[in-house]
């Protein structure tokens, strides 16, 4: 009986000398979408684990492991959803791995289904351990985007939407003064990805607030917020607006009635009319009077057509090329390079510069050609969320701090539609480190404008403008004229000016280029040759002088 008796407590002290315990933090571990974070997990006391099987698993899924390490490697059987994701790893420079017990997991390209209890379970011949680690993950979403409607009340109701959230956020509107404004309502969403997206919207005057502010936040504290100023924007109510535009209607069309009746006075020019009459006499006069003196064409049509090059030009040719064409009287160029839509795309290519990507500063996710021409997204670059990728930047070798300076970008790739993401702009030189879209504005050395998808075009104004560009540009041309602070942007296919910037340069700036992510063609950076010069002499595109002086 006494010899019984000692065995059990010899065995009993084997089993209690060789037991296993796992340790791992109290709090849940947080973390962000698209991030690589450490579950610790280590064995108390310290002792070697290479024997040991370790087994990290969610929820019911024993069988069907995160990873599974036994046999002193990683085996094959995995979750497929964590292959190439997870791994073992120390959980401190100070760790010995393995061989002091970490049995530390790493995971990486975390995700909004990755959010909950994993265990991690360790046993030897004669024991087990297991514990739980709560991963937190959340995601910051896209800065909101205000956008104001005015009502016949005279306030504005003003909608706020952002998406790219996880978990589900709060928002908040204040005024300039802080205090806090009542939405008209709130709406929330979940897209195929399980992030949130949210939409609130709210009716306010000038009695409120002159500035509104919307917040979306996080339970952590983390927060994006959007600006908008209201002021400008309040209505009056409708019969005032519709008598003001009546107004500047009837004063306009006054105006331009005046300037038709006399013109002859004004511009020392005949109307077109009056010159084909008086031309058309003159030549039935010769006719009649000299029979033997060959005949002269000068055709009435060819006549009035040249007149009207002359007169008839349209606002953005007036401005733009004056600006920027550096047209002398008679010097038109080639008869093919005329003015087609409202802009002359061979007269902003006199100003054209061969345009490169600076590699060395572009984003590691980006791909471009040998020749530096072509750039997109990388086959291993993976994007989360709904938000713009502004961090996905390259930007142009080239540096300009005077002068007038274009370059032309290709947006499609046929049989691919044009792109739908892309940012396309300058930038102060040395901004080589993009972040979120608040910190891309004029103020801080961005000048852009972002084609965004389904959600429109957009400038990098603070707030930023919304625009409708159709048809989508698939060939964009870039203006620069950095002395007068101008940065315009034209539709190249359409022959059509889009929108200028208008701003102070400070320093050398370069070309900036994003293509965004999705999209099937790349950006595509083109030679423009410069247009031949004509020998001939041919009517000029503007020309301050009079016809007949």
């Given at each position: ?123 030897g011949e004669n024991s087990y351990s297991s514990e739980e680690v709560v991963l937190k993950i959340t995601a910051l979403g896209s800065s909101p985007v205000l956008s104001p409607k005015p009502l016949d009340d005279g306030r504005v109701n003003i909608s706020c939407r952002s998406s790219g959230w996880y978990p589900k ?64 924007i309040v209505s009056s109510g409708p019969w005032k607006a519709l008598f003001l535009t009546f107004l500047i209607c009837a004063l306009l069309g006054s105006v331009g009635f005046i300037l038709y009746k006399y013109r002859e006075k004004l511009t020392g020019k005949k109307p077109v009319k009056e010159i084909c009459d ?28 040249q007149k009207l090059r002359k007169e008839v030009v349209e606002d953005v040719n007036i401005e733009e090329l004056r600006k920027h064409a550096d047209c002398e009287e008679g010097t038109m160029g080639k008869p093919e390079n005329k003015v087609v839509g409202d802009v002359n795309i061979e007269e902003l290519r006199k ?199």
């Open positions: 009986m006494l010899s019984i008796i000692i065995i059990l407590l010899v065995n009993l002290l084997i089993e209690t000398s060789v037991s296993l315990t796992v340790k791992v933090p109290g709090d849940p571990v947080v973390s962000h979408v698209g991030s690589t974070m450490i579950l610790p997990c280590w064995i108390s006391p310290p002792e070697s684990a290479e024997a040991l099987e370790i087994r990290w698993y969610r929820h019911n899924q024993f069988s069907n492991p995160v990873l599974l390490y036994n046999h002193g490697k990683i085996q094959d059987v995995q979750e497929e959803s964590y292959r190439n994701r997870s791994s073992l790893t120390l959980r401190s420079d100070q760790s010995g791995g393995l061989k002091d017990g970490d049995v530390s997991l790493r995971l990486e390209k975390l995700r909004v289904q990755d959010d909950g209890s994993f265990h991690c379970y360790v046993s956020p709060s928002i908040t509107w204040t005024s300039d003064e802080g205090r806090a404004l009542r939405p008209g309502g709130t709406s929330h969403s979940r897209g195929a990805d399980e992030m949130f997206s949210v939409h609130s919207w709210t009716a306010v005057s000038l009695s409120d607030a002159q500035q509104v502010s919307c917040s979306v936040s996080l339970r952590s504290g983390e927060l994006k917020e959007g600006r908008l100023n209201i002021q400008g008086e031309e058309t006499m003159e030549r039935l006069s010769k006719e009649e009077t000299n029979t033997e003196e060959p005949k002269k064409e000068p055709d009435c049509e060819e006549g009035t057509q100003h054209a510069d061969e345009i490169t990507i600076d590699r060395e500063h572009s984003h590691p996710d980006l791909m471009v050609t040998k020749d530096c021409k072509i750039l997109r997204e990388s086959n291993d670059y993976h994007h989360t969320g709904e938000e713009f990728p502004f961090e996905l930047c390259a930007f142009g070798a080239q540096r300009f701090s005077s002068g007038h300076h274009y370059w032309e970008v290709d947006l499609v790739h046929s049989p691919n539609p044009p792109k739908d993401f892309w940012i396309i702009g300058v930038v102060k030189h040395g901004n080589f480190t993009t972040r979120d879209r608040p910190s891309l504005t004029p103020s801080r050395g961005y000048w852009f404008l972002r084609s965004d998808g389904p959600r429109g075009f957009y400038t990098n104004t603070d707030p930023p403008v919304k625009l409708s560009l159709t048809p989508r540009p698939e060939r964009l041309g870039v203006l620069l004229d950095y002395d007068h602070g101008q940065l315009s942007f034209y539709n190249v296919t359409e022959n059509k000016h889009l929108l200028t910037i208008s701003s102070r340069f400070s320093g050398s700036v370069v070309p900036l280029f994003n293509p965004g992510a999705g999209d099937k063609s790349p950006i595509t950076i083109l030679d423009c040759p410069k247009p031949e010069e004509s020998a001939e002499s041919s009517q000029p595109l503007l020309n301050n002088n009079s016809s007949d002086a």
